[in-house]
């Protein structure tokens, strides 16, 4: 695989994955089959920015949509592009557009369609992000660790469900 292409895998990786906080660049240059510091250097000399800024830049162009279009928090908004620190990502966003988040959604809001309410926007997102971890499995648990869903499950009992063979109320009162 060529140069430019594997560094390009790793951009895909970065545009898919921008609001992933646990991005680093030890996972972008895997992408590419790179070493961390070898992937520096062909990715600014590919693309003018190191991949740190690159996604930096991805994630204060969603960070700027969510603030002219949703009604949530700058915090909130601070968690769902990927910055884990309120005070980084601020700062981050002012040096890029020159305004803090509150300023730039103050100047903005208001030009336009209604602000999205929260509750939709944070549906729409995925909620905030958590930290799963799971246990190791062993082989006893591995054996017991079967997925159950609705439709692997059977009734408890074998009566007709709702609407099965049922007969209507004999109830007269609206006849004539």
């Given amino acids: 695989m060529d140069k430019v292409r594997q560094i390009r895998l790793a951009k895909d990786a970065m545009d898919r994955d921008w609001a992933d906080p646990e991005l680093d660049l030890g996972a972008v240059a895997a992408h590419a089959g790179y ?82 309410p929260g509750c939709y926007a944070m549906l729409w997102a995925g909620g905030f992000p958590t930290k799963r971890t799971a246990p190791k499995a062993t082989k006893r648990t591995a054996r017991k660790a079967v997925k159950r869903t609705a439709t692997s499950e059977k009734r408890p009992d074998p009566a007709a469900a709702y609407g099965d063979k049922e007969q209507p109320p004999d109830d007269r009162r609206a006849e004539p």
Avoid at 70 to 84: K, M, N, W
Avoid at 86 to 100: D, P, Q, V
Avoid at 106 to 116: D, E, F, T
């Fill in 35 to 116: 070493s961390r510091y070898h992937f520096l250097r062909a990715f600014k000399e590919a693309y003018g920015e190191t991949p740190g800024q690159y996604l930096t830049h991805r994630r204060i162009e969603r960070a700027e949509e969510m603030l002219r279009a949703a009604d949530l928090s700058v915090t909130e908004i601070c968690h769902l592009v990927g910055f884990s620190s309120l005070g980084t990502f601020s700062a981050r966003f002012k040096t890029r557009t020159g305004l803090t988040p509150s300023e730039y959604r103050s100047k903005n809001v208001g030009r336009g369609a209604a602000l999205i």
